[in-house]
């Protein structure tokens, strides 16, 4: 079945470093692509999202493309601050039962950042 | 801005007893996923809900689980007889439409200890 493979935490960088958390995903169909993030104490927040090969999806400074020659969609950011410090989850919406239109995510095991000043 | 609320943040229950977790869902969307994390591991989907019925469960959703909108507003998830592995995170979502690439709007989550 479906599956997303993520990179395993916890990564610790310094404030104004380089972030880049791999995801790779296993589908049969076309799945959309998403990272969620979840800050302490908070429930998951759609972070940004790709609904095709090649698409890019950002938000917020984060950027991850769709590859589907390489099966994955890296979330990436030029400069972390403190305030990204959380859990990032890359996730994909299961095709399986695209006719019903259902889109259960199916998300990678997520990985903690931490960002010092 | 719309949110999805869970109730309670925090169950503790004796194994064997029965629990409702309780959702209320973002006005309008007519989409509802119950998702869980044990401790460490990765979310995991249970069940999604859609127009009043169940459209797919995974494995883990058995006999002792079930859902329903008792008032066509609240979302619940009810564990019949709980055991100890059920201890985890449990997520509401929901989204307006159908489509794979919209987004799932989810909440803050209710964390279930089975003793």
């Known amino acids: 079945g479906d599956s997303v493979t993520q990179m395993e935490g916890p990564v610790t960088l310094s404030e104004e470093a380089f972030l880049t958390i791999n995801c790779t995903y296993t589908a049969t169909g076309y799945p959309s692509l998403f990272w969620y993030v979840q800050y302490p104490g908070e429930g998951l927040q759609l972070l940004l999202k790709a609904t095709k090969a090649d698409d890019k999806g950002s938000n917020k400074g984060f950027e991850a493309t769709y590859r589907k020659e390489t099966t994955s969609f890296h979330l990436e950011k030029g400069s972390v601050q403190v305030s990204d410090s959380a859990v990032y989850f890359c996730a994909l919406s299961d095709s399986k039962n695209y006719g019903g239109s259902q889109g259960n995510l199916i998300f990678g095991k997520g990985t903690k950042l931490s960002v010092k000043p | 801005e719309p949110e999805v609320t869970q109730t309670p943040s925090h169950q503790v229950t004796q194994m064997g007893q029965e629990v409702i977790l309780r959702c209320v869902p973002i006005?309008?969307?007519?989409?509802f996923y119950w998702y869980r994390q044990i401790l460490g591991q990765k979310v995991e989907f249970l069940v999604s809900f859609y127009n009043n019925e169940i459209s797919e469960k995974s494995e883990i959703f058995d006999d002792q689980f079930s859902v329903e909108r008792p008032d066509g507003s609240n979302f619940t998830l009810k564990i019949r007889s709980t055991k100890l592995e059920d201890s985890a995170m449990y997520f509401c979502?929901?989204?307006?439409?159908?489509?794979?690439?919209?987004?799932?709007?989810f909440g803050p989550g209710t964390r279930l200890t089975v003793l």
């Open positions: 006005s309008n969307h007519l989409y």
């Open positions: 979502a929901n989204k307006k439409g159908g489509g794979l690439g919209n987004e799932q709007f």
